[in-house]
């Protein structure tokens, strides 16, 4: 196990490039279950999360290679199970999303219910109710969805939330359905467009996907294609977090504005030069951070994902800021290992106050899930003297390589063994 060592106070400069989206290359992944013939998926990130989905497809009977660091070919020519196993499950959520392709493609799906999570309960109530929907008899046995249709068909389905992962589940189930699907409430984030697009490509009949309403024209069968992932907006807003924590000076290339509005919106808000340039965003900060009031909310509103990023460059600076976590009910554990550091917050079921300091203390802390362990990075790259943070294996689920992209803007950051770690 590995831990990351910073010593704050370098204004980081220079260019970084943005990864593919993780959020987007997992679903897609998922996809290449829907046809029998090879998928091409360029642009996919080398992460944690990527590895586990591989070998989640590997034990379904999919074939994988690497064509290159970032290209995968996948191919499930045929099916050799139909078990998402509570193990994989549990190590990565997304492994849920097997379960729509897999009764679109076979017929059958037994997908272990992934649980709870470190930010949350994490239901799956609306990817059930959706999939059941379409004409599916599913049972709930030993912590296990057990599922069998002969063939889908087409419905009406209204979904409580704009989830995204039951927007997707959905989605690569109604493809291959008998006759139309209508998803109302559909979740509109970039990940789910970039979904239909290759679903689209495949041979599907997808429309208005970035809406709140889908419509699906199911087909008989789909073919392979081959499809660029597009890059990782939430990764982009945390390299701009690092420019902006560290009164830095850089070219986030591979931001995607129209994507990262609300961010955009809210960084220039708390005194942040946001400025468009031809292949990314630059970021700077010269005066002070300045307070604002942040609301997480479904796209295109501020993402979740970049709470716990805001959160540490709100907790510099002048004046009080309040944080409304609206989409997980336990999403501040990040706000506990700041307070460590020197940062004055104060929690309240959903709502968080942050009154800004001067400068935060390093000091030795924990990662508790994904967001938060890369809050922690950040708040260690303004703080005065050496920040320590443990369990980075929470960073490698979903950013790949960020301390090297870090020390390449300068970033006094190294990764080393964690040998103190149980
Ligand atoms: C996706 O998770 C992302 N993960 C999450 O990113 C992201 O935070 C989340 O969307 C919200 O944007 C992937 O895409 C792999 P949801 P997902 O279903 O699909 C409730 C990261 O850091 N809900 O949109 O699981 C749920 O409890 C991760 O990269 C139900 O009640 O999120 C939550 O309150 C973290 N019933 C809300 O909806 C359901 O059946 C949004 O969850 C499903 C969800």
Same mark, same amino acid.
């Not at 679903?199 to 208005?208: C, D, F, P, V």
């Given at each position: 196990m590995d831990k990351i060592v910073i010593k704050g106070g370098v204004p980081l400069a220079g260019e970084v490039m943005v990864s593919g989206s993780k959020n987007a290359?997992? %679903?897609?992944?998922?996809?290449?279950?829907? &046809?029998?013939?090879? #998928?091409?998926?360029?642009?996919?990130?080398?992460?944690?999360?990527?590895?586990?989905?591989?070998s989640l497809l590997h034990n379904l009977g999919v074939e994988g290679r690497w064509l290159d660091d970032h290209t995968l070919e996948l191919c499930a020519s045929r099916i050799i199970s139909h078990q998402a196993p509570y193990e994989l499950v549990k190590t990565m959520r997304a492994s849920f999303f097997v379960l729509g392709p897999l009764l679109a493609r076979t017929g059958r799906a037994r997908v272990s219910t992934p649980g709870g999570c470190a930010i949350g309960a994490r239901p799956?109530?609306?990817?059930?109710?959706?999939?059941?929907?379409?004409?599916?008899?599913?049972?709930?046995? +030993?912590?296990?969805?057990?599922? +069998?249709a002969d063939r889908l068909t087409g419905a009406?389905?209204?979904?409580? *939330?704009?989830?995204?992962?039951? *927007?997707e589940n959905i989605l690569m189930a109604a493809v291959l359905a008998r006759g139309h699907t209508t998803l109302e409430n559909a979740a509109r984030e970039p990940e789910v467009q970039d979904l239909a697009r290759m679903?689209?490509?495949?041979?599907?009949?997808?429309?208005?996907a970035g809406? +709140?309403?889908i419509e699906i024209e199911g087909v008989e069968r789909l073919h392979g294609t081959e499809h660029t992932v597009i890059n990782d907006r939430i990764e982009a807003g945390t390299l701009m977090v690092a420019a902006a924590i560290t009164g830095g000076d850089v070219l986030v290339r591979g931001a995607c504005a129209d994507q990262l509005k609300a961010t955009i919106a809210k960084l220039q808000e708390s005194g942040?030069? #946001? &400025?468009?340039?031809?292949?990314?965003?630059?970021?700077?900060?010269?005066? %002070?951070?300045? %307070?604002?009031?942040?609301r997480t909310l479904p796209y295109p509103g501020f993402p979740t994902d970049l709470q716990a990023q805001m959160m540490a460059l709100l907790a510099h600076g002048e004046g009080t800021s309040v944080i409304t976590e609206t989409i997980f009910e336990n999403r501040f554990m990040h706000a506990l290992e700041l307070l460590r550091m020197g940062a004055d917050i104060v929690m309240k079921g959903p709502t968080a106050v942050v009154?800004? #300091? %001067?400068?935060?203390?390093?000091a030795p802390v924990m990662a508790t899930?994904?967001?938060?362990?890369?809050?922690? #990075?950040?708040?260690?790259?303004a703080a005065e003297n050496t920040t320590e943070v443990h369990r980075v294996y929470h960073l490698d689920r979903g950013y790949e390589a960020l301390d090297s992209k870090l020390r390449s803007l300068g970033a006094r950051i190294e990764r080393v063994p964690d040998r103190g770690a149980s």
């Open positions: 290359a997992l %679903p897609i992944m998922m996809a290449s279950l829907l &046809t029998s013939e090879p #998928v091409v998926i360029r642009n996919v990130p080398q992460l944690r999360d990527i590895a586990t989905a591989l799956v109530n609306l990817h059930i109710r959706g999939i059941r929907a379409l004409g599916t008899r599913i049972q709930m046995r +030993h912590g296990y969805v057990e599922a +069998h009406r389905i209204w979904l409580d *939330t704009p989830s995204v992962g039951a *927007t679903l689209n490509a495949m041979g599907a009949k997808i429309r208005g809406s +709140h309403v942040i030069e #946001v &400025t468009p340039e031809a292949d990314g965003l630059r970021v700077r900060r010269k005066g %002070p951070v300045r %307070p604002v009031e942040l009154r800004g #300091v %001067p400068r935060l203390s390093g899930d994904l967001r938060a362990s890369s809050s922690l #990075v950040l708040a260690g790259l």
